[in-house]
């Protein structure tokens, strides 16, 4: 039992700890506690309220806790029965965390790790005790030699136990800080603006013109993500310039704010995939910085650095025209999300997000394409990386039966800093159809569309294509994202009946 106890109480530390460090929710057992409160009936919530005040969550907390090392003590005396009879509570108990875990909002496939690491831990931790003691049973002789055993590794499943939530913890706290600084933070010039009506053609399941933060994909090589308040971030801008610059947080909002929406895309998304999304971005153009300090016209890139050692580098051409390539430090008015950057990361129009996009940006090193690698470029990626023109049918789904007749069709398509200048949808290879346009402010967004198509009964193949103001048409030439980004046109099947 006490083998049990202590291999419960050390998965529940690394989990807790996995949880603190990996993203600011809570720790599995919390999140069990907040299903519960979901789930109780109001009858009972209301009467344990009245009972217990404001002392109804922790007591439902302990309560779990003391439900936990009941489960615990049970899975160590099994053990003295069968090997699997534990693995069999350790996992249900596991499947109960993850269970709970993933009923969070907006809960992804990072929630669920705290839950495993505490599992493994539960089945290491609870296996290496279990086997002291077989052997001891098994040989008496050795009593005290195994007993000496089993109580030293017993020590020391505590010890790192509550070390590991302690330094959980301590980082935990440091990004609860951060999320805190973040919340209170209002900086001058950022605004909160709805997007222009027109933007929109009002047909549902396509993608909004507009990408909540909240659904805004994301991309990093980051494990921890870099946790920094504004009063310790700088960014130091150096390289091939006549002068260095370090610049504070507060240098840095102190300049003039532009606002702009500008389309963000990953060089990985499939055709028709869902790694691009569109905000209105707040923050410092980064040409009026660099015509500032002077560049040296021989310079052709700038090699940027974030706080957790992630580089790119982005053609200084694109820094340094008329684009609103910019420091950004708000995302759709609201101050930028940690996983976003947190307080500052560039965002350049009409680039990929791997040569241009840094979140948490704390180094521009102005300098030459032949002297500077990106992390991405390093492995083989295309070192320019201007987005490709693509397009996207979000509505009907592929696979989806409709009824025959008229079935209206929508999507998404960019050309960023080129613009759209049509869609049109194809019908099983026949006649190209022009879809209609929602309005957008600028050439560096997305545009939705929409066309409504005859379908008759039967299964049918739909494609789209784009054409950009440039006049090209997107090629219907199938290729892999890997090095420069994906090409094709996006193709779905419906049933009509
Ligand atoms: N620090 C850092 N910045 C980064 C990355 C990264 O791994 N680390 N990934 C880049 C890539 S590949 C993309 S597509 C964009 C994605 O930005 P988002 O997560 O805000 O959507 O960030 C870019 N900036
Ligand atoms: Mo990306």
Redesign the pocket.
Same mark, same amino acid.
């Given at each position: 039992m006490l083998a049990g106890v202590l291999a419960g109480l050390a998965g529940l530390a690394t989990s807790y700890a996995t949880a603190m460090v990996l993203t600011i929710r809570e720790s599995p057992v919390v999140a069990v506690a907040e299903l519960v409160i979901r789930l109780a009936p109001g009858a009972f919530a209301e009467r344990a309220i009245a009972v217990l005040g404001h002392l109804d969550k922790p007591a439902l907390v302990v309560g779990i806790l003391v439900f936990l090392l009941a489960c615990f003590a049970w899975a160590g005396s099994l053990a003295r029965r069968s090997w699997w009879r534990p693995l069999v509570v350790w996992s249900v108990l596991a499947a109960l965390g993850l269970g709970a875990v993933l009923a969070q909002r907006n809960a992804g496939m990072v929630d669920a790790l705290p839950v495993l690491v505490g599992l493994l831990t539960w089945v290491a931790v609870h296996s290496a005790l279990v086997d002291a003691l077989r052997r001891e049973q098994r040989r008496p002789e050795l009593e005290s030699r195994e007993r000496r055993v089993f109580v030293m590794v017993a020590g020391v499943v505590a010890v790192a136990s509550l070390g590991i939530a302690v330094a959980g913890r301590f980082v935990g706290a440091g990004r609860r800080h951060v999320e805190v600084s973040r919340r209170l933070l209002r900086i001058p010039g950022v605004t909160r603006r709805q997007p222009p009506v027109a933007t929109s053609l009002g047909v549902a399941g396509v993608a909004p013109w507009q990408t909540p933060n909240e659904d805004? #994909?994301?991309? +990093?090589?980051?494990i921890a993500l870099p946790a920094i308040e504004p009063d310790e971030w700088s960014l130091r801008i150096h390289g091939m310039v006549e002068r260095e610059l370090t610049l504070t947080y507060a240098d840095l909002v102190a300049r003039d704010v532009t606002e702009s929406w500008i389309t @963000?895309? *990953?060089?990985?998304n499939e055709v028709g995939g869902g @790694?691009v $999304?569109n905000a209105r971005w707040s923050g410092v153009r980064i040409a009026d910085l660099l015509a500032d300090l002077g560049v040296d016209a021989a310079a052709d890139c700038v090699l940027q650095t974030?706080r +957790?050692g %992630?580089t *790119?580098a982005t053609p200084i051409e694109a820094l340094t025209d008329d684009r609103d390539a910019m420091l950004a430090v708000a995302m759709n008015g609201r101050p930028l999300p940690i996983?976003? $950057?947190f307080p500052v990361?560039t965002v350049v129009p009409g680039l990929? $997000? #791997?040569v241009s996009?840094?979140? %948490?940006v704390v180094d521009l090193e102005v300098g030459t394409f032949a002297e500077s690698q990106g #992390? %991405?470029t390093d492995k083989g990626w295309s070192a320019l990386g201007p987005v490709k023109i693509a397009s996207r049918i979000d509505v009907p789904r592929s696979g989806d039966d409709v009824a025959a007749g008229d079935v209206r069709f929508g999507g998404v398509a960019w050309h960023q800093h080129t613009g759209i200048e049509s869609v049109e949808v194809q019908l099983d290879g026949g006649a190209w159809q022009r879809a209609e346009l929602g309005e957008v402010p600028s050439v560096d967004t997305w545009v939705q569309w929409a066309v409504t198509l005859e379908v008759p009964e039967g299964d049918h193949e739909v494609r789209v294509r784009a054409t950009g103001r440039d006049g090209q048409t997107q090629t219907s030439v199938v290729r892999a994202p890997d090095p420069d980004g994906a090409t094709g046109l996006h193709t779905i099947e419906v049933s009509a009946g």
């Open positions: 805004f #994909y994301q991309i +990093d090589t980051a @963000l895309n *990953c060089v990985s @790694l $999304g974030s +957790d %992630w *790119c996983e976003h $950057g990361r990929y $997000g #791997y996009a840094t979140k %948490w #992390y %991405w």
